[in-house]
């Protein structure tokens, strides 16, 4: 697929929400430090479904600095327009930004950036 065929998924809405301790990591990321599972937080992303045939999914990229560099959060192309950041630190602002997917695994260019800071207790 070409990647000019793919429109870009637009991350919308980023929300902080407290989540059960016996919650694990989700994604590509490490396990929970013992920091982390006292104050125990996550972060839900929604994003506008792309209009682009061929689409099969959406990969996820998390950056802690405005312009530094992304990381992919998901193991699987997430096949709905949702996705949980388990692994988030108190105090801590977390940029994030969603790709769609096509055929042979080709990727969309970025969508808007969505900024979040986790609360500290």
């Not at 902080?16 to 990321?29: K, W």
């Not at 006292?38 to 061929?54: E, F, M, N, Q, Y």
């Not at 959406?58 to 997430?78: A, D, F, P, Q």
Request: charged letters at 10%; proline letters at 3%; hydrophobic letters at 30%.
């Amino acid at each position: 697929m070409n990647k000019a065929m793919i429109l870009t998924a637009a991350v919308c809405f980023a929300t902080v929400s407290a989540y059960s301790q016996n919650s694990a990591c989700g994604g590509a990321s490490t396990s929970l430090t013992d920091s982390q599972s006292s104050h125990p937080h996550s972060v839900t992303l929604t994003w506008t479904a792309s209009t682009s045939s061929g689409v099969t999914g959406y990969n996820i990229y998390r950056s802690e600095g405005k312009h530094s560099h992304y990381t992919r959060l998901n193991l699987g192309v997430i096949s709905g327009t949702s996705f949980v950041d388990r692994c988030v630190r108190p105090g801590h602002t977390y940029h994030y930004r969603a790709r769609a997917v096509g055929q042979r695994n080709a990727e969309s260019a970025n969508s808007e950036e969505a900024s979040v800071t986790v609360p500290t207790p």
